[in-house]
């Protein structure tokens, strides 16, 4: 299984600036009450829109079924981004729970990973070992999202969990090895395929850090 969730998820692990409101006293315990107030209505709304919710966690397979491959991506995105939109309409006028709330964020990380990746595969889909090994990377940082429950929780109990990391770790070597002995590699390739490495290398270190822990 190559991914675990809804429609589809970088933000992939790429550095994003968030600020928190100050929240004084007074304005907690509003927030605390009408949270509340609005809990039954909220479990009365998650019943009533739970065909949709349910489109979260099942689309376990979808990575598996489209093979990243262009078409079959695109043929799904804009039914897969108009029920993003609907959970997120759905999510804005009720409380879901927390991990509800995990799960689909990390939908919308992979979704948006998705659509990226396939636009980006356009670009290289000459028949060049560069172009090949610039590929290879983007479904490498596709991949990385199948290490992952549909919480975006590091999935280290899987039983294959270190063998794939390991593996990946010196697949990664071995392209980039490969690349470097190329010869006259157009620099829009040489760009792409450094900046996809760079990603790579941050995914696989970070899960070999979160395993060890």
Known sequence: ?????????????????????IISISESNIHTRTFLNNSQESV???????????????????????????????AQTETLEQTLI???????????????????IFAKRLFHAMLKASETLKGFERN????????????LNIWCFSLYDS???????????????????RTL???????QDLYNV???VIGKFESELRLAKTHLYLMDRQSQR
């Open 1 to 21: 299984m190559i991914v675990a969730t809804l429609l589809i998820s970088t933000m992939m692990f790429s550095k994003v600036a968030m600020s928190f409101p």
């Open 44 to 74: 009365n709304r998650e019943l009533q829109l739970s065909p949709i919710a349910e489109k979260i966690p099942s689309a376990d397979s979808f990575v598996t079924s489209t093979g990243l491959d262009c078409q079959k991506f695109e």
């Open 86 to 104: 609907r959970i997120d309409d759905w999510m804005n006028q009720t409380y879901p729970s927390r991990r509800r709330a995990h799960q689909f």
């Open 128 to 139: 060049t070992s560069g172009d090949f090994l610039v590929s290879k990377l983007i479904h």
């Open 151 to 169: 919480f975006g929780v590091l999935n280290t109990e899987r039983k294959s969990f270190a063998f794939d990391l390991a593996r990946s770790q």
């Open 173 to 179: 070597k071995y392209w980039e090895t490969l690349f």
């Open 186 to 188: 157009p620099s829009r």
